[in-house]
T-cell receptor
Framework: EAEVAQSPRYKITEKSQAVAFWCDPI?????LYWYRQILGQGPELLVQ????????DSQLPKDRFSAERLKGVDSTLKIQPAELGDSAMYLC?????????????FGSGTRLTVV | QKEVEQNSGPLSVPEGAIASLNCTYS??????FFWYRQYSGKSPELIMS????GDKEDGRFTAQLNKASQYVSLLIRDSQPSDSATYLC?????????????FGSGTRLQVQP
């Protein structure tokens, strides 16, 4: 079964350091999403890509977060500098056609701990 | 008001019973509705989708949608201890540029052996 690949699975970083997460969506999926899930809460959208273009980054804290999907395939989410409140699970998901309202497949996530 | 509201639980049911999970949403333009299951420390897994009013059954799971009441529910029949997890309700609109799913905070289900 096709999967969304994410790495690393776990990351511990010190406050004020830079950290990056990588995601490779299911082959052929044009839409890619990055979500953040704080413990005890539901996932919250950070950024949505359609191919290489950003569709929605209204909830992305742009002073410290950046995301790119240069060739419309894999994507990187970066935080610089990391803050204690960034500790969360970072989830990547992909979808073949969001216009049809399909649910999407999540990767295994990256658990970030900022100390 | 949150866009998607769920009771956080925990909802505790005995093994073999029916578990009923509920979700309300605020955006009347929502058109697609999903239930995800999330085990502790794992990522969400899609278990049901529903798009029109009424019931949709898949094995032991039944999703129910009432757009007039802005209400979605998930029934799990013959609950098993392996069903113990957090269940996330998610909705989206297809007629706007923002088509990403909006999630509730989830309901934690505990199935007692």
């Amino acid at each position: 079964e096709a999967e969304v690949a994410q790495s690393p699975r776990y990351k511990i970083t010190e406050k004020s350091q830079a950290v990056a997460f990588w995601c490779d969506p299911i082959s052929g999926h044009a839409t890619l999403y990055w979500y953040r899930q704080i413990l005890g809460q539901g996932p919250e959208l950070l950024v949505q890509f359609q191919d290489e273009s950003v569709v929605d980054d209204s909830q992305l804290p742009k002073d410290r977060f950046s995301a790119e999907r240069l060739k419309g395939v894999d994507s990187t989410l970066k935080i610089q500098p990391a803050e204690l409140g960034d500790s969360a699970m970072y989830l990547c998901a992909s979808s073949s056609n969001p216009g049809q309202g399909y649910g999407y497949t999540f990767g295994s996530g990256t658990r970030l701990t900022v100390v | 008001q949150k866009e998607v509201e769920q009771n956080s639980g925990p909802l505790s049911v005995p093994e073999g019973a029916i578990a009923s999970l509920n979700c309300t949403y605020s955006d009347r333009g929502s058109q697609s509705f999903f239930w995800y299951r999330q085990y502790s420390g794992k990522s969400p897994e899609l278990i049901m989708s529903i798009y029109s009013n009424g019931d949709k059954e898949d094995g032991r799971f039944t999703a129910q949608l009432n757009k007039a009441s802005q209400y979605v529910s998930l029934l799990i029949r013959d609950s098993q201890p392996s069903d113990s997890a957090t269940y996330l309700c998610a909705v989206n609109r297809m007629d706007t540029g923002r088509r990403a799913l909006t999630f509730g905070s989830g309901t934690r289900l505990q199935v007692q052996p």
